[in-house]
């Protein structure tokens, strides 16, 4: 919720100044417009996935074939009754545990539940986050001891100085990384662009490991449809645009507002997955960078010694 607060505190500023609003209504049209944004783009990208999906899973089924085929006449001379034995096994095995297959199934549709109810909590938290934040923040301040109300409330100041910079930038840094790489994909003819375009998007927001998995996962795409030498120009495509993100857009968009070593990033992504799987590795770095500043602020070094008081 504080991280879509951020994101959509200058619409529901501009909504206000410009359009009149007020706080409330400029709010609630902020959320809706996220979710409008939100649906649009998982129904383009689903409907890729349905017309592309079909065909790129025969392909790769055609793959796994010659594939079979390079192991048994290739220099390995594998014995291709062998290799089939081995596929009929797995086969079996899959249907020997086809019970616990299904009690997974089970788990992540609870877990699907589990996650929508979590999202319909943190959008009706950022309505009044937009709405009220400053009366929410105020009224935990006052339950701060007189003394430490001060200082509590200019460590939270820039702490969320550095939230904002971070979601901000990161929004923007996902975006490029994801047309970047749609664009190049799109340029060498692979089915699924605006899906891989997507899933990079959102990957993205996890350091490190959401670049390596959407890479990998784009060249997969480009060895199944067109063979190693797209794949190897997709690789390349991957490697460019993450040395330019990590090496130009990092450094110049972040600057010191998010000053965490990268093995501080890569163990705070770490711990968060181990945590809390994807929603800890996505939520890690953004909490650390935060708490970072605050704790920083509170032993006399301010981070943000422009911001007044």
């Known amino acids: 919720a504080l991280l879509l607060t951020v994101l959509l505190s200058p619409l529901v500023d501009l909504l206000v100044r410009r359009a009149r609003f007020g706080r409330g209504l400029a709010s609630a049209t902020a959320v809706v417009l996220l979710l409008a944004f939100v649906a649009g783009l998982v129904t383009l990208a689903g409907r890729q996935i349905v017309t592309g999906f079909g065909d790129l899973w025969a392909q790769a089924q055609a793959g796994f074939a010659e594939l079979l085929d390079w192991l048994a006449a290739g220099p390995l001379g594998l014995d291709r009754a062998e290799l089939d034995d081995y596929l009929d096994?797995?086969?079996?095995?899959?249907?020997?545990?086809?019970?616990?297959?299904?009690?997974?199934?089970?788990?992540?549709?609870?877990?699907?539940?589990?996650v929508v109810a979590g999202a319909l909590v943190a959008l009706f938290t950022t309505l009044f986050f937009l709405k009220d934040g400053p009366l929410v923040w105020a009224w935990l301040v006052r339950l701060l001891p007189a003394h430490a109300r001060e200082r509590a409330h200019e460590a939270g100041r820039r702490g969320l100085v550095t939230l904002t910079a971070f979601t901000r930038t990161q929004v923007l840094v996902a975006l490029i990384?994801?047309?970047?790489?749609?664009?190049?994909?799109?340029?060498?003819?692979?089915?699924?662009?605006?899906?891989?375009?997507?899933?990079?998007?959102?990957?993205?927001f996890i350091p490190f490991v959401g670049a390596i998995a959407t890479g990998a996962i784009?060249?997969?795409?480009?060895?199944?449809?067109?063979?190693?030498?797209?794949?190897?120009?997709?690789?390349?495509?991957?490697?460019?645009?993450?040395?330019?993100?990590?090496?130009?857009?990092?450094?110049?968009?972040?600057?010191?507002?998010?000053?965490?070593?990268?093995?501080?990033?890569?163990?705070?992504?770490?711990?968060?997955?181990?945590?809390?799987?994807?929603?800890?590795a996505l939520f890690a770095v953004p909490f650390v960078a935060t708490l970072n500043t605050v704790v920083l602020y509170l032993h006399g070094r301010d981070k943000f010694p422009d911001l007044g008081t």
């Open 89 to 114: 096994q797995a086969g079996a095995q899959l249907s020997e545990h086809s019970g616990t297959l299904v009690q997974g199934a089970v788990s992540a549709t609870v877990t699907v539940g589990h």
């Open 177 to 204: 990384d994801a047309v970047g790489i749609g664009v190049g994909a799109a340029l060498l003819g692979l089915p699924l662009v605006v899906p891989l375009a997507v899933l990079v998007f959102l990957a993205s």
């Open 218 to 280: 784009a060249v997969l795409v480009a060895l199944v449809d067109q063979g190693p030498t797209t794949a190897l120009i997709m690789l390349l495509v991957v490697l460019a645009v993450q040395q330019v993100e990590g090496h130009v857009l990092q450094p110049l968009l972040l600057g010191h507002a998010v000053s965490l070593h990268p093995v501080a990033v890569l163990l705070a992504v770490t711990a968060g997955s181990l945590a809390a799987g994807i929603v800890g």
